[in-house]
Antibody, heavy 125, light 107 residues
Framework: QVQLVQSGPEVKKPGASVKVSCKAS????????ISWVRQAPGQGLEWMGW????????NYAQNLQDRVTMTTDTSTNTAYMELRSLRSDDSAVYYC??????????????????WGQGTLVTVSS | AIQLTQSPSSLSPSVGDRVTITCRAS??????LAWYQKKPGKAPKLLIY???SLESGVPSRFSGSGSGTDFTLTISSLQPEDFATYYC?????????FGGGTKVEIK
């Protein structure tokens, strides 16, 4: 069965960096991208960006592109999201999600059918 | 960026009620819309994709319709486990965006 298992909760100080992992199993890793979505307390869902596990191409949300890096390790079927220069408003639950579907390097239909369990990142001095 | 406006922002129906949630896009997105159910402490769950396709394993009381700019999620007969927040999401163009959510609360 498809599973996405994320790393554990993190507590960071303002200005620090955090790196969250997402280990995938149960499907062909390179056939789907991995997207990252976060939810701050009491807020809605915010798309952060995605990475193609086929060729490593990325697409980031404009408001985060200077601070976020998404990477992937096809040898371990694990995707990573690093966020730098953390601020208090980065405190949120961070989710990885499967999508979009990719075939022969072309990716399409970026909705998310499987999700990780979420990683709570708390930024506090 | 394409903005998605959901209405209402909250509602308090009773078990067995028919519930309709709308999602309006700021520009046409064809059928590139998905709906998710979100419960506190849980990851979002995909309900509908391509505006009207029911995700495998999702009860048939959930249905989606619409294209272009106006979309609807309908729950034909609300069950106790359906109390949650519902989000629409467009994937017609980057950046991917979500609606603000509709909270379905117990009456």
């Amino acid at each position: 069965q498809v599973q996405l298992v994320q790393s554990g909760p993190e507590v960071k100080k303002p200005g620090a960096s955090v790196k969250v992992s997402c280990k995938a199993s149960g499907y062909t890793f390179i056939s789907y991208g991995i997207s990252w979505v976060r939810q701050a307390p009491g807020q809605g869902l915010e798309w952060m960006g995605w990475i193609s596990n086929y060729n490593g191409n990325t697409n980031y949300a404009q408001n985060l592109q200077d601070r976020v890096t998404m990477t992937t390790d096809t040898s371990t079927n694990t995707a990573y999201m690093e966020l730098r220069s953390l601020r208090s408003d980065d405190s949120a639950v961070y989710y990885c999600a499967r999508g979009p579907h990719c075939s022969g390097g072309t990716c399409y239909s970026q909705y998310f059918d499987y999700w990780g369990q979420g990683t709570l990142v708390t930024v506090s001095s | 960026a394409i903005q998605l406006t959901q209405s209402p922002s909250s509602l308090s129906p009773s078990v067995g009620d028919r519930v309709t949630i709308t999602c309006r896009a700021s520009q046409g997105i064809s059928s590139a819309l998905a709906w998710y159910q979100k419960k506190p402490g849980k990851a979002p769950k995909l309900l509908i994709y391509h505006a009207s396709s029911l995700e495998s394993g999702v009860p048939s009381r959930f249905s989606g319709s619409g294209s272009g700019t106006d979309f609807t999620l309908t729950i034909s007969s609300l069950q106790p486990e359906d109390f949650a927040t519902y989000y629409c999401q467009q994937f017609n163009s980057y950046p991917v965006t979500f609606g603000g959510g509709t909270k379905v609360e117990i009456k």
